[in-house]
C-alpha cells in the first residue's frame, strides 16, 4: 500500500491558540501545567484531524512550543552557559529563556539566542551555539512523550527529528576557526540513544529530516554525511532492529548529493517534487531494491489546489517502478508553512475558495490521492472531477487576467529601469533641493504603534470608528511625529507610517489581483505569525496609495520628508505567489504598479522616496549557481520600481534581517541614491566589504539596534561613528535606526534618537 505522508503540521492552532496560551504563560496569567495542557490538546486535535482524513504516516514531534530547532538544542543538552542551566532535563524556564532572554538581576539581562530564517522561508529558528569542546547530552524526553501521547490516542506516529548534520550546519561556533562537523562524534550517540527509547516506546518508522542536502555542501561534509547514517545504521541494527528511518529533504533539489542520499542506509528518502521534481527520475533509476520513495507532490509552501491529474501521473509512474510497499506520497515539506483552513475564511467567495487549499485541505487531498492510487481512480471520481474544474475555472477566470498589465509588462524596456544619471551627477542635483548637512540624520519609516493606534485602526477595520474620524486620528499621529523629529533636529524625516500595520499588507490592500485572509496565520517565529496576502492575479494599482499621507507630512515642515514604500521583490517574497506564471512574471507586475506610486509620490514635491527591500536576499536560491538567473529579475525589479524619477529626487532603500557582506555588488547593481543597513551589532563586515568594493553610493548606518530596548546614550553613538569613520569617508554617509521603530515604545525612541543626533552634532563639529 501506498502510504499517505506529511513531514509536519502547523502549530498555532486554527485560531492561533498556541499564540495565547504561550503569551498568557509568559505574562504569568496560566501556569505551567495550563500551557502544558493546552498544548497537549492541540496536539491531540492535530492527530485526530489527520488520521479521521485518512493519512497513514503521521508526524509527531513536528510540534513546539516554540521552535523545532530549540527543541532539538534541548534534546540534546546544548544549552549554552550564559542560561545557567544545571544540567539534567532542560526545564521550560530555560527553554523560553534561550528563546526569549532572561532577566539576571535588575542590572544584567541575559539576551536570548540568536535567530535566523529557515533556510528561504519566513520562518525563523533559534540558532544553535557551539563551543569548543561542546559536550552532548540526552536532555528532554520530548519525542518519546509525544509519541507516547499520540499512542494513547490509537495513532502510531512517525517522530520528527531535525537530523545531527542539519542541525550542526544550522548553528554556529562560538569561536572562529572551530568546526561544526568536529562535533559529529560527540552529538551521534544522543541520537543514538533516543532512537533506541524511541524504538524500546514502540515507533517504527523516525523521519529525520536533512534539509541541508539541498544545500551546496564540500566533500569533507558529505563524508560525515555518509559516516554518520552509517553509524546509526550499524546501532540500529543491534538495538533497534524493528525502526526505520525516513530520511526527508525539503526546499530544492538534491543534485550532487542526490546519489549520496540514495545509498545513505536508511528506509525511505522524501523528496521535494514541487521544488524539484526533475530528480524523480534519477531517484527511481538509482534507488536501491530497499529503499522507498517519499513523494513530496503536494505543495508545502504554497495555498494553491493541487493538480490532481498531475499527482496521479507522477506516483502512478513511481508506482509502477517500485511497487506499491515503496512509494509514500505526501506534502513536498511541512506543511508549517501554509494556513491552516480555507473554511475559515468566510469572507471569500466560493470560487476564490475552490482554488485554495490550507494545511487541512492538503491533508485532504494527500489521503484521496493515496486512495485513488491504492484502490483506483474510480474510488474518487468526483473529486477528481471537482479538481478539474475548479483547476479550469482558475485557468480561465477574468479575475485573473488583465489585459491592460499584460500590455504593460510587455511593454517593459531596459532604459526604463536605468537612471538618466549616473550617481555622481544626481548627487549634486538632489543636495541642491535637500540642502543637507554632511551626516545628514533620518530614521527608517515606522515610529511606535502604541495600543490607542492599534486599537484605532481596529475600530476602523470593523467600522466601529468612521472614515473621517480616522483620518482625523491618522494625520494627528502624523503631526506629532513630524513635531518629534523636528524637536530631536532630525534632517530628513518621514511621516511615521502610523497608517499601516504591516508593510506588505497595507499595499495588499490597495493592488488588485491580491487578497487578504482573515486566518490565514503562519508561524513566524514562537508565538509570532503573518498574514501572507495571497496574489492570485495580475497586480495594478487601480489608484494612489500613500501619496496623500507624504503630501500632508510636507505640509507640515520645511525640513524634506521621504515618501515610503515597500518594494516588488519584498512584497512578493512575504505573500502568497501565483503558481500559473514564473515569479519572475509576478514581480514586474508589482514592480510597475510601485513604480507608477512612486512617481505620482515625485509629482506631489516630495523629493526623497523610499523602497524597503527587506526581503531581497531571502528570496535568493539556495544553491549559488542559481543565482545569476535570479538576481537578472529580481533586481531589474527593484530599478524598475525605483528608477523612472528625475535626478533631482533621492530614491533610498532599506534592507535587513540578513547578512550582505557577500552581496556587495548586486546592492550596487540596485543604484538607490542611499541604501539604508544595519551597522549596529559590534560586526563592520559589510562596511568593509562596501569599502573593498569602492561602493559609490550613499550609505544610511544603521547604528541604532531597534531590535533592543537598551538606549545608547550620546557617547555610544558617538564611539560608533568614528569607528565607522575610519572605515568609509564622511561625505559618504548617513546615519540612522538599523530599521523600524514600531516595536519600540516612545520612551526609549525618543531619547534614543536625540542622542543619535547629538552624537552626530558633535561628530560632524570636529571634522
Ligand atoms: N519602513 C519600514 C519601517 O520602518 C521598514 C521595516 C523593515 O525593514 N522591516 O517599519
Ligand atoms: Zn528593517
Not at 524556564?93 to 544584567?108: L, P, S, V
Not at 555588488?665 to 541614491?673: G, K, T
Amino acid at each position: 500500500m501506498v502510504q499517505a505522508m506529511i513531514p509536519g503540521y502547523p502549530r498555532l492552532g486554527a485560531r492561533r491558540e498556541l499564540k495565547k496560551a504561550l503569551e498568557q504563560f509568559w505574562s504569568g496569567r496560566l501556569t505551567e501545567t495550563e500551557l502544558l495542557e493546552q498544548a497537549s490538546a492541540l496536539r491531540k486535535q492535530r492527530w485526530q484531524l489527520q488520521h479521521q482524513a485518512g493519512l497513514t504516516h503521521i508526524p509527531s514531534n513536528d510540534f513546539s512550543l516554540y521552535d523545532h530547532v530549540l527543541d532539538t538544542i534541548a534534546l540534546v543538552g546544548a544549552v549554552p552557559r550564559r542560561y545557567q542551566w544545571n544540567g539534567g532535563l532542560v526545564d521550560l524556564h530555560t527553554y523560553f529563556a534561550m528563546a526569549r532572554g532572561m532577566e539576571k538581576d535588575q542590572a544584567n539581562a541575559v539576551p536570548a539566542m540568536e535567530m535566523t530564517k529557515w533556510f528561504d522561508t519566513n520562518y525563523h529558528y533559534i540558532v544553535p551555539e557551539f563551543e569548543p569542546g561542546q559536550a552532548f547530552h540526552l536532555a528532554s524526553r520530548k519525542p518519546v512523550d509525544e509519541f507516547l501521547e499520540a499512542k494513547a490516542l490509537g495513532i502510531q506516529s512517525c517522530p520528527v527529528l531535525l537530523g545531527p548534520l542539519s542541525f550542526l550546519l544550522l548553528g554556529k561556533t562560538t569561536q572562529s576557526g572551530m568546526s561544526q562537523l568536529a562535533l559529529l562524534d560527540a552529538l551521534l550517540p544522543v541520537y543514538e540513544e533516543i532512537l533506541q527509547a524511541l524504538a524500546q516506546a514502540g515507533a517504527e518508522w523516525v523521519q529525520i529530516d536533512e534539509p541541508c542536502l539541498v544545500l551546496d555542501l564540500d566533500e569533507a561534509t558529505r563524508a560525515a554525511y555518509q559516516s554518520a547514517y552509517t553509524r546509526l545504521a550499524a546501532q540500529r541494527a543491534a538495538q533497534a532492529p524493528s525502526l526505520h528511518i525516513l530520511l526527508a529533504t525539503y526546499f530544492g533539489d538534491l543534485r550532487e548529493n542526490l546519489p549520496l542520499a540514495l545509498q545513505l542506509p536508511i528506509d525511505a528518502l522524501h523528496l521535494d517534487l514541487v521544488r524539484a521534481p526533475q530528480q524523480l527520475e534519477q531517484a527511481l533509476e538509482q534507488a536501491p531494491s530497499s529503499l522507498s520513495l517519499s513523494l513530496g507532490l503536494v505543495d508545502g509552501r504554497n495555498i494553491w489546489l493541487t493538480d490532481f491529474e498531475r499527482v496521479l501521473t507522477v506516483a502512478s509512474q513511481a508506482v509502477q517502478a517500485l511497487g506499491t510497499e515503496r512509494v509514500l506520497l505526501g506534502a513536498s515539506c511541512s506543511l508549517l508553512h501554509v494556513p491552516i483552513d480555507v473554511m475559515q475564511e468566510t469572507h471569500l467567495d466560493e470560487e476564490m475558495r475552490s482554488w485554495l487549499a490550507f494545511a487541512r485541505q492538503k491533508v485532504e487531498e494527500i489521503s484521496l490521492l493515496t486512495r485513488a492510487l491504492n484502490e483506483g481512480r474510480e474510488t474518487i471520481e468526483a473529486a477528481l472531477q471537482a479538481n478539474r474544474q475548479a483547476l479550469e475555472s482558475k485557468r480561465s477566470s477574468a479575475r485573473i487576467h488583465t489585459v491592460e498589465v499584460a500590455r504593460n509588462v510587455q511593454a517593459i524596456t531596459e532604459q526604463m529601469a536605468q537612471r538618466s544619471q549616473p550617481y555622481h551627477m544626481r548627487k549634486g542635483r538632489q543636495q541642491a533641493g535637500l540642502k543637507l548637512p554632511l551626516l545628514p540624520t533620518t530614521t527608517l519609516g515606522s515610529y511606535p504603534q502604541t495600543a490607542d493606534v492599534r486599537a484605532a485602526r481596529a475600530a476602523y477595520k470593523s467600522h466601529k470608528l468612521d472614515q473621517n474620524s480616522y483620518e482625523a486620528f491618522l494625520k494627528q499621529g502624523i503631526e506629532e511625529v513630524i513635531r518629534f523629529q523636528e524637536e530631536a533636529g532630525l534632517d530628513m524625516l518621514v511621516h511615521g507610517e502610523v497608517e499601516r500595520g504591516d508593510m506588505v499588507e497595507y499595499f495588499g490592500e490597495y493592488l488588485t489581483g491580491m487578497l487578504l485572509t482573515r486566518h490565514g496565520w503562519v508561524q513566524s517565529y514562537g508565538s509570532r505569525a503573518v498574514r501572507p496576502p495571497i496574489i492570485y492575479g495580475d497586480v495594478a494599482r487601480p489608484g494612489q496609495i500613500t501619496v496623500e499621507w507624504s503630501r500632508f507630512a510636507q505640509s507640515l515642515t520645511a525640513r524634506p520628508i521621504r515618501g515610503m514604500l515597500t518594494g516588488p521583490v519584498t512584497i512578493m517574497q512575504w505573500s502568497f505567489v501565483r503558481d500559473d506564471q514564473p515569479r519572475s512574471e509576478t514581480c514586474k507586475q508589482i514592480a510597475l504598479a510601485i513604480r507608477e506610486e512612486v512617481l505620482d509620490l515625485e509629482a506631489a514635491g516630495i523629493r526623497a522616496i523610499q523602497i524597503d527591500e527587506p526581503a531581497l536576499r531571502e528570496g535568493f536560491p539556495l544553491r549559488h549557481a542559481d543565482w545569476q538567473e535570479h538576481l537578472s529579475w529580481a533586481i531589474f525589479c527593484f530599478r524598475l520600481a525605483a528608477n523612472g524619477v528625475r535626478d533631482e529626487t533621492q530614491i533610498h532603500t532599506h534592507l535587513c534581517y540578513s547578512k550582505f557582506d557577500d552581496i556587495v555588488p548586486e546592492i550596487a547593481s540596485m543604484d538607490a541614491d542611499v541604501v539604508l543597513i544595519e551597522a549596529s551589532r559590534s560586526q563592520f563586515d559589510l562596511l568593509e566589504a562596501l569599502r573593498a568594493y569602492h561602493y559609490p553610493n550613499g550609505i544610511g548606518l544603521g547604528i541604532y539596534d531597534v531590535h533592543s530596548p537598551h538606549v545608547p546614550t550620546t557617547q555610544d553613538f558617538d564611539e560608533k561613528l568614528r569607528l565607522v569613520l575610519q572605515i568609509l569617508p564622511s561625505e559618504q554617509l548617513w546615519v540612522n535606526p538599523d530599521c523600524g521603530l514600531k516595536t519600540r515604545k516612545w520612551e526609549e525612541v525618543k531619547p534614543a534618537l536625540k542622542h543619535m543626533v547629538s552624537a552626530t552634532q558633535q561628530v560632524r563639529s570636529s571634522l
